[in-house]
């Protein structure tokens, strides 16, 4: 009588999720789809919407913006957002990314 091993193989497969549409730059792309907003880019304002792409919610377009309560002289005033873009008003004093914090 001959014993005979059988030998068993094993397949593991690994999927990567990527975009629907790829953008012009891989690294951003793959970045911004790790789950951490720093590195996405500000979406466009929708059209006829006068929003600053940086902000989410949306920040009017303005000559200056400024938290609501706080020492600034305006003309706008806002509450907390996400910066999601170049901070242009200077809302997110201690850059993580949120700016108008309450503290």
Sequence with gaps: MRAAAVLGSTAIGIAIALPATAGADPLTDFLCNSGSSQ???????PPGDN?????DPCVPIAS?????????????YTGQVRVIGPDEYGLDHD???I?????
């Design 39 to 45: 590195f996405c880019p500000p979406p466009p304002p």
């Design 51 to 55: 929003c600053h792409a940086s902000y």
């Design 64 to 76: 200056d913006v400024d938290c609501e309560g706080g020492g600034g002289n305006g003309p706008v």
């Design 95 to 97: 850059g993580d990314g």
């Design 99 to 103: 700016g108008c914090e309450a503290g």
